[in-house]
């Protein structure tokens, strides 16, 4: 079993035909349908770029701890303000269901001052632990103009991956009444994304998961990220070269597909938002990282999420092709995240 293939250069290409567009729409539906992971080709982004990304990521993390350090995060902000869960989070740090996972990671965000669009959550309130200022590294010298040029092409690519999900959903939902298929589109052009740029030491111990009769010390050992969904709309991951460590759960509930990386292309899952928009049509599907092969990974995944302030709830037309009551009564999705930011930290 592997994972299907999208190319998204209709929804890049100006002078793109309907009739790809329409193609790239289809395929996207049994995508997320059967999966809710895709690889994403002629996305418009050089390999080299990515490559680039990846060596900027390497050489960081063999950084001495002591200078990661220097950037460190040391909470998910607060009343009297903090970093707003911006920058290093040292190995054994991060938390998914409750268990260390064992990785190492450096998150950015969108810079707040332009993240909120009204004066109510723009100020100090419920949203005050993701206001912060993202933490630079000194080193590698050219990381930061890097990350930050490629900030800007990968919104590029979001954009039009949201764009081509909005004519999806409507080619899927046809019959069941209006559907804006620009949804997707206008909840995003603020999008309050995430860049995470992690490091993943070999496993040490050989125990399988959940394998009876494994000891506490295996047990803090067996992930090197717990399962989890995505909190918001789409990842576009882009990884080394390293098979077997991306395992996605296949919706039979048993069985887990390697996502092995494909060079040149990312490898693109929905998230919990995209999952309450289509009332369940599409999944926002389980997966974890179990790095037992050679040397260290590094992976960047970026996070294009809603707008912070975007109003998240199942669109009508789903609701009738689903056939099932609304799965959610709607919230912000900066409501969502707060809820997952704050029980991600040991
Ligand atoms: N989607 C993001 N930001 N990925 C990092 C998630 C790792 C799972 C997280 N600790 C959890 O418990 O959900
Ligand atoms: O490193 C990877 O391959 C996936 C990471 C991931 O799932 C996440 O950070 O949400
Ligand atoms: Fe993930």
């Given at each position: 079993?592997?994972?299907?293939?999208?190319?998204?250069?209709?929804?890049?290409?100006?002078?793109?035909?309907?009739?790809?567009?329409k193609?790239t729409?289809?395929?996207?539906?049994?995508?997320?349908?059967?999966?809710?992971?895709?690889?994403?080709?002629?996305?418009?982004?050089?390999?080299?770029?990515?490559?680039?990304?990846?060596?900027?990521?390497?050489?960081?993390?063999?950084?001495?701890?002591?200078?990661?350090?220097?950037?460190k995060?040391?909470?998910?902000?607060g009343?009297?303000?903090?970093?707003?869960?911006?920058?290093?989070?040292?190995?054994?740090?991060?938390?998914?269901?409750?268990?260390?996972?064992?990785?190492?990671?450096?998150?950015?965000?969108?810079?707040w001052?332009?993240a909120?669009?009204?004066?109510?959550?723009?100020?100090?309130?419920?949203?005050?632990?993701?206001?912060?200022?993202?933490l630079?590294?000194s080193?590698?010298?050219?990381?930061?103009?890097?990350?930050?040029?490629?900030?800007?092409?990968v919104?590029?690519?979001g954009?039009?991956?949201?764009?081509?999900?909005?004519?999806?959903i409507?080619?899927?939902?046809?019959?069941?009444?209006e559907?804006?298929?620009?949804v997707?589109?206008?909840?995003?052009?603020?999008?309050?994304?995430?860049?995470?740029?992690?490091?993943?030491?070999?496993?040490?111990?050989?125990?399988?998961?959940?394998?009876?009769?494994?000891?506490?010390?295996?047990?803090?050992?067996?992930?090197?990220?717990?399962?989890?969904?995505?909190?918001?709309?789409?990842?576009?991951?882009?990884?080394?070269p390293?098979?077997?460590?991306?395992?996605?759960?296949h919706?039979?509930?048993q069985?887990?597909?390697n996502?092995?990386?494909?060079?040149?292309?990312f490898?693109?899952?929905?998230?919990?938002?995209?999952?309450?928009?289509?009332?369940?049509?599409?999944?926002?599907?389980?997966?974890?990282?179990?790095?037992?092969?050679?040397?260290?990974?590094?992976?960047v995944?970026?996070?294009?999420?809603p707008?912070?302030?975007?109003?998240?709830?199942?669109?009508?037309?789903?609701?009738?092709?689903?056939g099932?009551?609304?799965?959610?009564?709607?919230?912000?999705?900066?409501?969502?995240?707060?809820?997952?930011?704050?029980?991600?930290?040991?």
């Amino acid at each position: 079993m592997s994972l299907p293939t999208i190319d998204i250069s209709p929804f890049l290409n100006p002078s793109s035909t309907a009739a790809s567009r329409k193609q790239t729409a289809q395929a996207i539906n049994t995508a997320c349908t059967q999966y809710g992971f895709f690889y994403l080709t002629n996305h418009g982004i050089p390999t080299a770029t990515q490559d680039h990304i990846i060596s900027l990521a390497r050489s960081f993390f063999a950084l001495p701890l002591s200078q990661k350090l220097q950037i460190k995060r040391h909470d998910a902000g607060g009343p009297e303000g903090g970093d707003g869960a911006r920058g290093y989070q040292p190995m054994g740090d991060n938390v998914t269901a409750g268990r260390r996972d064992m990785h190492e990671a450096v998150d950015w965000y969108r810079e707040w001052d332009h993240a909120a669009k009204t004066e109510g959550s723009g100020g100090k309130g419920t949203s005050a632990p993701l206001q912060g200022t993202n933490l630079w590294p000194s080193e590698p010298t050219d990381l930061k103009d890097v990350y930050e040029e490629y900030v800007k092409q990968v919104l590029t690519v979001g954009e039009a991956v949201v764009r081509a999900m909005g004519v999806a959903i409507a080619l899927l939902c046809n019959g069941e009444g209006e559907v804006d298929d620009e949804v997707f589109v206008k909840s995003t052009d603020m999008s309050f994304w995430v860049m995470r740029m992690i490091g993943y030491p070999k496993l040490s111990s050989s125990v399988a998961p959940s394998e009876s009769g494994s000891t506490a010390a295996d047990m803090e050992n067996e992930f090197s990220c717990g399962e989890h969904t995505d909190y918001g709309c789409i990842t576009l991951l882009l990884t080394d070269p390293t098979p077997g460590a991306l395992q996605v759960l296949h919706k039979d509930g048993q069985t887990w597909i390697n996502a092995d990386p494909i060079p040149g292309a990312f490898v693109v899952n929905i998230g919990d938002m995209m999952e309450r928009w289509t009332n369940g049509l599409w999944k926002s599907t389980k997966h974890r990282v179990i790095h037992r092969g050679d040397g260290y990974r590094v992976s960047v995944p970026f996070f294009y999420e809603p707008n912070f302030d975007a109003v998240v709830e199942p669109l009508g037309a789903c609701v009738r092709k689903s056939g099932r009551e609304p799965v959610h009564q709607g919230s912000t999705y900066g409501e969502h995240l707060l809820g997952k930011v704050l029980s991600n930290f040991y």
